[in-house]
């Protein structure tokens, strides 16, 4: 081995790509998109350049503990350094940083009967459901108006007050650009109110492990101009279009016949279960199955025939009695649903 050098790599350079990801996209924290998400991205920074310093601080100490003359090093050992550094120090950063914390982070205590400043709230309810979300907006009373699912869009601007409640296990929401994270527990109500300050598309996902297909009960909220919002809202409440032509109408003949409507609704028609998302305006949804496939024919009729494929664990049970005439008729249908 005598004259041979031994090149060592690290594999930390490799990483940092994999670090920097988190900087940016439609999920960072890194890269706010409102007042909430900012806070939380502050006290990030706070941290980690506070962790950074003190790390550097104690590295360098334990250099010059080990390399320096034993005279020079002495003091280092003496009780009042001991205590100073391995007691005082701690205590009082610890408290000011869990203060400030507090007090950066005290916008997550809003209640329903807190009154947020500003505009008047737009009120949401979302539901965790093993695995997927139940998105119901409200009245200014609180009373439902209309009910959708894995996709929330909210107007720039304006605060939405989201009620929290789950049908099932804990789970998590989690909208990482608009805010910290918070979870929805069986039996209680949470409330947390995010604020979007510029348009965009954000991704949000189940920060909790609720069991089978976990990793894919993710979501979309989209800010819209104030003008675009209302237009969504007003086409959100309108009953489903009617098919468009013979071929779809075939695919609402399936959808009926087949017992589709005994979970999903489709308002309209005489689809009215309860037990998964509504479809009413499936069509106009940019995703499938919380998230996890684009919404288009394909995906459609690959989801009815094949689901448990797609998104293992689900509880819609894989329905391979169609042709695939009948799956691509289907599929017309429901991706009509605009
Ligand atoms: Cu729902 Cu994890």
Redesign the pocket.
């Known amino acids: 081995m005598r004259g041979r050098k031994v090149i060592v790599v690290s594999p930390a350079p490799l990483l940092l790509p994999l670090l920097l990801a988190g900087c940016d996209g439609v999920q960072a924290v890194l890269s706010p998109a409102g007042p909430e998400a900012a806070e939380v991205a502050t006290l990030s920074w706070v941290l980690f350049i506070g962790g950074a310093a003190i790390f550097v601080g104690v590295m360098a100490l334990a250099a010059y503990a080990l390399l320096s003359p034993p005279a020079r090093r002495r003091w280092l050992s003496r009780p009042a350094t001991v205590v100073a550094a391995g007691g005082i120090f701690p205590v009082v950063t610890l408290t000011v940083l869990l203060t400030y914390g507090l007090v950066l982070t005290e916008w997550t205590q809003t209640t329903a009967e807190t009154p947020v400043a500003g505009a008047t709230p737009l009120r949401i309810d979302v539901v965790?459901e093993?695995?997927w979300w139940r998105v119901t907006y409200l009245d200014d009373d609180g009373a439902p108006v209309f009910e959708t699912a894995n996709e929330i869009r909210i107007p720039v601007g304006r605060p939405v007050q989201f009620t929290l409640r789950s049908a099932d296990v804990i789970?998590?929401f989690w909208v990482p650009k608009l805010g910290g994270k918070r979870d929805m527990i069986p039996g209680r109500v949470n409330q947390l109110t995010l604020t979007a300050s510029e348009p965009g598309l954000f991704r949000g996902q189940?920060?909790?492990?609720?069991g089978g297909p976990?990793a894919m009960?993710a979501f979309e909220v989209m800010a819209l101009a104030p003008a675009a919002f209302d237009q969504w809202l007003d086409a959100q409440r309108q009953p489903a279009r009617a098919p468009a032509d013979d071929f779809a109408r075939q695919g609402l003949a399936l959808f009926l016949g087949h017992g589709c409507g005994a979970c999903h609704s489709v308002r309209g028609t005489a689809a009215a279960g309860r037990i998964g998302p509504d479809l009413t305006h499936l069509g106009g949804r940019r995703t499938l199955a919380a998230a996890s496939f684009p919404t288009n024919q394909g995906t459609l009729a690959g989801w009815i025939a094949d689901n448990q494929h797609l998104k293992p664990g689900n509880h819609m049970p894989a329905f391979a009695v169609f042709t695939g005439v009948e799956l691509r008729a289907l599929a017309a249908y429901l991706e009509g649903l605009e």
């Open positions: 965790g093993q695995w789970h998590s189940c920060a909790e492990y609720c976990h009960m």
